[in-house]
């Protein structure tokens, strides 16, 4: 069971990287700083994208409308720590 605690742990974390790339990525798309026209670019936006919506919908879907802020990464990467420290943390600290 503590392996699947550790694998869980790495799954969480390399989420929240992903999670912060299509954070990172949609700002630089936002403001011009990379092409999204690049080839390159549109593949790894799709990857990004397909990897976080999902994640994301439900929660654009719950919080109130602020215009052009969106702040569901955050949400999420804010249930992401709370997964990752607390609730796993707490199952570790049970199971020893």
């Known amino acids: 069971m503590r392996e699947l605690l550790d694998f869980a742990e790495i799954v969480i974390g390399l989420y929240i990287y992903i999670?912060?790339?299509?954070?990172?990525?949609s700002w630089l798309i936002g403001f011009n700083v990379i092409n999204f026209y690049n080839q390159f670019v549109r593949s790894l936006w799709?990857?990004?994208?397909?990897?976080?919506?999902?994640l994301l919908r439900p929660i654009r879907r719950r919080?109130?409308?602020?215009?052009?802020?969106d702040i569901?990464?955050?949400?999420?990467?804010?249930?992401?720590?709370?997964?990752q420290v607390v609730v796993i943390g707490y199952l570790r600290r049970n199971l020893a």
């Not at 799709?46 to 999902?54: F, G, I, R, S």
């Not at 919080?63 to 802020?69: F, I, R, V, Y």
Request: with cysteine.
């Open 72 to 83: 569901s990464p955050i949400v999420l990467f804010l249930i992401c720590l709370f997964l």
């Open 63 to 69: 919080l109130p409308d602020l215009g052009g802020l």
């Open 46 to 54: 799709n990857v990004l994208n397909a990897l976080t919506e999902p």
């Open 19 to 25: 999670l912060f790339a299509y954070a990172v990525m």
